[in-house]
């Protein structure tokens, strides 16, 4: 499909640099026979040298985490609805949404195969993940604007978003309905006891 | 390390391919570099023909879920203490144990990695991992057995389990104390008002 040594043709830009080495990645992640997933093979399917992979994300694990930030954004957005339950409902609608397509499920399992190996690769992640983490927190900062009492950003963690990526990884759908309900339920009418989260 | 083309020397055992290969896949997760996760790979490095990883596990996905469910059954075992509240605690502690330690860390990243790309690969997995769900399933039956009402499996892994996982995902470290008991209060003092779970 790709040529092994890209013949310098027209001269591709950082965006379509950018573009096709997403591409490559989703690619290689939906491949049925479990492509290997190196920065080699993702540079020859993209058609782009691997030395400007290195150069632009720095290692694998950081790839891996700005393609799945980028498509979560796209895929899995955070909306304004006017009330801190609006907010997280339609957040979790639209995470339970993604996890029912093939799709969603790999970029789940991409987050997992971003865990940084090495402490350098870890700092590179972190970057692309705290995006998303401020996300959520600004849902948090609109909901305490409004006089909400959010609850604390680990607790949405745990109760919101781990149960999606766990139904993910293991292939367990959530229930058919009032899922992403139950989870806010959950989360907003049974506050923690203690102070310890 | 490992001899390329092991020499028949002495045939190995069952058991001796079976300890060879599960510590050639710890061995490999935990390469710093992100060592390939390949069945060749993995051959090379437990010294036995690819041949028989194939004969003997099918596929990468139903290996790796046989390596992770393995450790946990030794590293985070379920007991029995006599009480639902107890058990899911102490459970609930082996995990958080398990999940500071690095090597607890790769087993998520590989029940992460297992994921079947393939309809083949999913049932390989799958018979591995409902080792893991019947264990607790016991601990359900115990407490139903006792008189106790525990809650529904998939609230089980939505409230105590996606955390454990989430965190060792991302790299986010549990809170210092209290947080086994934190998660056995979120599950067992609130629950769901439907029957939706």
Known sequence: MTSKQPT???????????????????????????????????????????TSIYRRWGSRE???ADVV????????????????????TAWAQAGVA????????????AV????????QAQGERAQHFERRIHAIERIRQ????????????????DQLIAPLYLRAIFGIDPPATGYP?????????NPDESPTA
């Open 62 to 64: 950081a790839l891996l």
């Open 98 to 109: 993604s996890i029912r397509t093939p799709e969603g499920r790999l970029l789940v399992r």
């Open 181 to 189: 309900e139950l989870l806010v339920n959950r989360l907003l009418n």
């Open 69 to 88: 930030v980028t498509r979560l954004e796209r895929d899995w957005p955070l909306t304004d609805t006017g009330t801190l339950r609006g907010d997280l």
């Open 8 to 50: 310098p043709r027209i001269r591709k830009s950082s965006e379509q640099v950018r573009s096709a080495v997403h591409q490559a990645v989703i690619d290689l992640l939906s491949d049925p026979q479990g492509a290997d997933l190196t920065i080699p093979a993702i540079a020859q399917r993209a058609g782009v040298n691997h």
């Open 112 to 119: 997992a195969l971003s865990m940084p190996a090495s402490a």
């Open 142 to 157: 609109r909901a305490a604007a409004r006089g909400e009492n959010p609850p604390p950003l680990e607790q949405i963690l």
